[in-house]
């Protein structure tokens, strides 16, 4: 054992800690930026948007001690001024993710749950998801889950083949069901 003490690689410049800066006081100009910032980099609906600025502000009141009710008054007027400017959109951003959602194979009930996890207003939801609900769309997503899954006709040739024909039918049938289970718990229907 050595006596020089050990540096850890991520400890900083020779071997000081780097120290995190504090969290900023609560004010409307900070919350501002930063629903700003966050908005550059991230989609977001009204509700994401909303439980980010809340982090913020119980990160400031744990290391500062105060302003938490001043954050309760100043959140709903930031998450407005960001509609009012065009930046939040729950309706732009449900229909973006469900685009995405249905290009990666998802069924209709799937995407009415990650929905309502994003907090993608009920009406809007219910909107979004009657345009999005049609019978050849969800046909077309349950290919794209098949094929990505490798189901059916997608199936690779030698993944159940066994040397006798009747432990070969056993064994299709056995991937059949597994495989329409699969699809059934992704929200497709029979």
Not at 27 to 44: G, K, N, T, V
Not at 130 to 159: K, N, Q, S, W
Request: charge should be positive.
């Amino acid at each position: 054992m050595s006596d020089e003490p050990s540096i850890h690689p991520a400890a900083g410049h020779k071997g000081r800690k780097r120290r995190r800066r504090p969290p900023p006081r609560v004010s409307r100009a900070d919350f501002e930026r930063a629903a700003l910032r966050h908005l550059e980099r991230y989609p977001s609906s009204v509700a994401g948007l909303r439980a980010v600025l809340e982090r913020r502000a119980q990160r400031s009141f744990a290391h500062h001690g105060e302003g938490l009710n001043e954050a309760e008054a100043i959140i709903p007027d930031v998450v407005e001024r960001m509609q009012a400017y065009g930046f939040l959109d729950d309706r732009r951003y449900g229909e973006a993710l469900i685009r995405r959602l249905r290009a990666r194979g998802n069924s209709l009930r799937r995407i009415a749950i990650r929905l309502h996890e994003r907090g993608v207003a009920s009406d809007v939801r219910e909107a979004l998801l009657a345009d999005a609900g049609e019978a050849v769309a969800e046909l077309e997503a349950a290919r794209t889950y098949a094929r990505r899954r490798r189901f059916g006709v997608h199936r690779r040739p030698d993944r159940y083949a066994t040397a006798d024909a009747g432990e070969d039918r056993d064994a299709e049938q056995d991937c059949r069901r597994r495989e329409l289970a699969s699809l059934a718990r992704a929200g497709f229907a029979f």
